[in-house]
C-alpha cells in the first residue's frame, strides 16, 4: 500500500477488465497482518462523477453546492471542483482546503449558524462574500466584520409532519423576515437571496414545495425595501437515490418554474452532500471483541427468535461512533453491514447482534440490533454507502487510534467518461496520476 501525500500528483488506482471493488476490498484484507488488522475505505471516484451527471440530467436548472462538511476528502472535492460545482463551508478550514483546489471565490457560501469572528473576516480578507444569516445578532456581527458580504436570508420552514427533523426549525421564521430586512437595510448590507434549510433526511417534496413557496414571499419582501434578490437555496442534502431525485424534481422544479421563471433571472442552487458521496465510499472494519449476552422474553418475540435460549452476540469494531461513524452522534441511520466472504460460511444461521465501537462509552453503539451469522475476533465486515458524514469529519476524542486510510479507485470506463464531461476546472484532473491496480500502489488519504 502506496504512503500518503498530499502534493500532486494524486494517484488513483485504474481498475482495467473485470476487476471490481470486491477484489480491491479483497485484496486490502488479505494484505494485513495478524497483529495489525486496521480499518479502511475503499473510495470509488467513478460514484462521485456518475451522481454529478444524474443530478445535471433531473435538476440542469438546479446549480449544485457541495456541502464540504459532509465529507471533507481533498480527492473528493477536487473531482467536483473540476466538474464545476459550487461549495458550501462553514469554517476557515473549510474555506483553505476549497480554495486550494482552485475554487474560485465567488463559488463559495460561508453558511452556518453562528461564524466566528475570525471566520468571518478571513471569509472578507478572501473575497468570500456570499454569506447566510439568520438572525439580528448574527447579522449586526457580519455588517461590522464584512460589511461587503452579500447575504441569503435563512427562513426556517415548517414541518409537514410529526416526524420531521428538529433541524427544519433553523432560520428566522417569515413573521420575522420584514424586520430583518429592514435592519439590514439600516446598516447597508446587501441581501440578495432565501436559504431553506430543509433537512437532509427529508424525503417528503411538499416540503420543498413549501419551502419554494415560502421564499417568494421573502423575495416580495426584499424587493419591496429596494433590495435586488437573484439567488434562491433550496438547500436539502438529498439521498443518494436516482428514485428520490426524480420524485423531488417532478415536484419541485415545476413549482420553482412557476415561484421564479427563467424570466425574474433568479439563480437556483441546492445543497447536494450525501448525493454525491455516500454510495462512493466502503469501510471495512474489524471484530476485536466480542461477548454473548442473554435476550429477554419480550427482544426475542420482537426479533422472531425460533430458540427460546438464542443468545445475542455483542461485537466490538475498530472503528465507532466518534471516529468514522460519527454521524451516528446526528441521529444517522447507519445500515447492518455485510460479512465480508472469509469470515462466515455461506449457509450459517444468523442471528440477533449489536455492533459497537472501540471506546467502552455506552454512546458507541453503531447498530442497535441486526441478523449476522456468528462471527469471531479478527473477523471483517463491510459497511456500503459510508462516505456521508464519516471519512471527512472524525471525532476522535475517546480513540487513540488514528483515522482509517483512504483508497481510490476509477474504472478505465468512468474515467474516461469523465474527460468527456464539461470540466470547468479542466486542469485539476491533471494532478491524478493513475496507476493500475495490479501493481497494488492505491492512493490513500488521511480521512
Not at 481498475?15 to 479483497?26: M, N
Amino acid at each position: 500500500m502506496k504512503g500518503i501525500s498530499d502534493e500532486p500528483p494524486f494517484s488513483v488506482c485504474l481498475l482495467e477488465g473485470v476487476t471490481a471493488l470486491c477484489d480491491v476490498i479483497d485484496n486490502h484484507i488479505s494484505e494485513q497482518t495478524l497483529s495489525e488488522k486496521n480499518a479502511f475505505f475503499v473510495a470509488d471516484l467513478g460514484v462521485v462523477m456518475r451522481q454529478h451527471v444524474r443530478w445535471r440530467t433531473h435538476m440542469a436548472q438546479i446549480r449544485p453546492y457541495y456541502a464540504v462538511r459532509c465529507n471533507s476528502s481533498p480527492t473528493v472535492i477536487k473531482v467536483l471542483a473540476a466538474l464545476g460545482t459550487g461549495f458550501i463551508c462553514t469554517n476557515k478550514s473549510e474555506f483553505e482546503l476549497v480554495q486550494t483546489h482552485g475554487v474560485p471565490s465567488q463559488d463559495i457560501i460561508f453558511s452556518g449558524v453562528c461564524k466566528r469572528l475570525s471566520h468571518i473576516k478571513y471569509a472578507a480578507k478572501n473575497g468570500i462574500d456570499l454569506l447566510v444569516c439568520d438572525n439580528e445578532a448574527e447579522l449586526r456581527k457580519i455588517s461590522r466584520c464584512h460589511p461587503n458580504a452579500k447575504l441569503l436570508l435563512q427562513v426556517s420552514t415548517e414541518a409537514s409532519g410529526p416526524d420531521d427533523d428538529m433541524s427544519m426549525t433553523f432560520g428566522c421564521s417569515l413573521k420575522d423576515c420584514r424586520h430583518l430586512l429592514e435592519i439590514a437595510k439600516e446598516l447597508g448590507m446587501q441581501v440578495i437571496g432565501v436559504r431553506c434549510p430543509v433537512s437532509r433526511s427529508c424525503e417528503d417534496a411538499q416540503v420543498y414545495i413549501h419551502a419554494v413557496s415560502d421564499a417568494r414571499c421573502v423575495f416580495e419582501m426584499g424587493e419591496e425595501i429596494g433590495f435586488n434578490m437573484k439567488v434562491l437555496d433550496i438547500g436539502g442534502d438529498f439521498t443518494g437515490s436516482e428514485a428520490h431525485l426524480k420524485s423531488l424534481c417532478s415536484a419541485v422544479i415545476t413549482t420553482v418554474d412557476l415561484c421564479f421563471p427563467p424570466s425574474t433571472g433568479v439563480s437556483i442552487i441546492a445543497e447536494p452532500g450525501s448525493f454525491f458521496v455516500s454510495s462512493a465510499f466502503t469501510l471495512a472494519v474489524n471484530i476485536i471483541s466480542k461477548e454473548v449476552a442473554a435476550r429477554d422474553r419480550q427482544d426475542r418475540a420482537r426479533d422472531g427468535a425460533s430458540a427460546p435460549d438464542e443468545p445475542e452476540f455483542q461485537y466490538c469494531m475498530n472503528e465507532g461512533v466518534y471516529g468514522s461513524f460519527a454521524g451516528k452522534l446526528s441521529e444517522m441511520l447507519i445500515a447492518a453491514p455485510s460479512v465480508h466472504k472469509q469470515s462466515a460460511p455461506l449457509e450459517a444461521p444468523v442471528l440477533s447482534s449489536s455492533l459497537w465501537g472501540p471506546s467502552g462509552d455506552d454512546l458507541d453503539q453503531v447498530v442497535e440490533r441486526c441478523l449476522l451469522p456468528e462471527l469471531n475476533i479478527g473477523d471483517w465486515l463491510v459497511f456500503s454507502h459510508a462516505g456521508a458524514y464519516s471519512p471527512g469529519q472524525p471525532l476522535r476524542a475517546a480513540t487513540d487510534s488514528p483515522p482509517p486510510p483512504v483508497f481510490y479507485v476509477i474504472s478505465s470506463r468512468d474515467w474516461f467518461e469523465m474527460q468527456d464531461t464539461d470540466l470547468t476546472h479542466e486542469a485539476t484532473l491533471k494532478n491524478f496520476s493513475l496507476v493500475p491496480y495490479f501493481l497494488n500502489s492505491c492512493q490513500t488519504e488521511a480521512a
